[in-house]
Each structure stands twice: as C-alpha cells, then as structure tokens.
C-alpha cells in the first residue's frame, strides 16, 4: 500500500509548483516578447497576448513532461492544470500593469520629463512638452489611429475615420467599465463636456 503525503508535504508542493510555474512561464513570456516572430506584432498587447499563449503552451506541456519524469510528485492532474492558469493569469496581470502601463501611460510620459530635467518644471512646461513631444513629434494620435485600424475598432474613409460596429461594441464596454468602477467619465463620452460632433 502506497503512503499518501503529509497535508504539509502537499500544501508546500502545490506552493512550490504554482511558484515555479509562474517563473518559468514568465521567463519563457520574456524570451517570446523579444524573439521573432513576435517581434513582429506592431500592437504590444495584442504581441503580449499571443506570446503569452504560446508561453502557457509550453509551460503546461513541461508541466506534463515533469509529471511523467517524476511520478513520485505528490501532485494530481488539478494541481498541475491550477498551477498552468494562475501562472498565466499572475503573468498578464504584470504584463497589463506593467510594459503596457510604461507603454502608454501619460502619467509615465509625465514622469520621464521631470526626471530628465535639472530643475523644477511648471504645468505648463509639460503640457507643452506633452503637445510638442507626445503629440506632434511621436504622432502618437497617429500610432493610435493605425492601431485602432488594425484592431477593427475604426475603419479609414475617404472623409477621415469611423468607428466600426466593434468599435461600438468596445465603447458601450468602456462606458459599463467606467459606470461600475468610477473612472473618468470624461474619457468614454459619460459627461457634458465631452467632444462633440465639428
């Protein structure tokens, strides 16, 4: 008769491995992000997201080689299964927070030039920074256009831009997302103030 493990055994194996499958799906994640050909996705969430699939792929695959190498683990088939999600959930949730925050962030934008400055700065002098850099000299209302575009949230027309039935779609998801967790309404069209039509 074979003798189970301890809970203590198990309850630090199932630790062990949820750790160690989260830092190995994370490295392999890295390895991917900065490998072609995912190099070749323009639109970093969207690179991250499809690395970070291939990343669970392999991770649950060693996983699956682990089992059979050493058969003696006093893991099941759910200890291993819940071990390849959390990893993938903990790694999106410092890939969203984290390189795509640094990304796109204004506020990090913001940051950068006070810490490249040798003396203080005015409001004023980052909002101009903010026109001159951001938005005229790294066009990045125009990466957002070509990404929006790729995305199928806007489509081209001879006149300018449109948003598309998805890009609708998105929209009535942002707005429900700003009601339920009270960010600014300004940003998805809730307020009076927001743009109008020219």
Request: glycine share 8%; charged share 20%.
């Amino acid at each position: 008769m074979t003798r189970q493990p301890g809970l203590a055994i198990r309850l630090l194996s199932v630790l062990a491995c949820h750790g160690l499958t989260t830092i190995a799906c994370g490295l392999v994640f890295i390895a991917a992000m900065n490998l072609p050909p995912f190099t070749g996705i323009a639109i970093l969430f969207y690179r991250g997201i499809v690395a970070l699939v291939v990343s669970a792929v392999v991770v649950v695959a060693l996983l699956g080689l682990a089992s059979r190498r050493w058969p003696s683990l006093p893991l099941g088939a759910s200890d291993l299964v819940s071990a390849g999600l959390v990893a993938v959930a903990l790694n999106l949730c410092v890939f969203t927070l984290g390189p795509v925050t640094v990304d796109r962030s204004i506020s990090v934008f913001m940051l950068s030039r006070f810490d490249r400055a040798d003396r203080a700065l005015s409001a004023r002098a980052i909002n101009d920074d903010f026109l001159r850099y951001y938005g005229a000299e790294w066009d990045q209302i125009g990466r957002r256009l070509s990404e929006q575009t790729a995305s199928g949230n806007i489509e081209r027309t001879p006149d300018g831009y449109r948003l598309t039935a998805q890009g609708k779609a998105f929209m009535r998801t942002a707005r429900l997302m700003a009601r339920v967790f009270a960010t600014d309404p300004r940003f998805v069209g809730l307020d009076d103030k927001s743009p109008s039509k020219p």
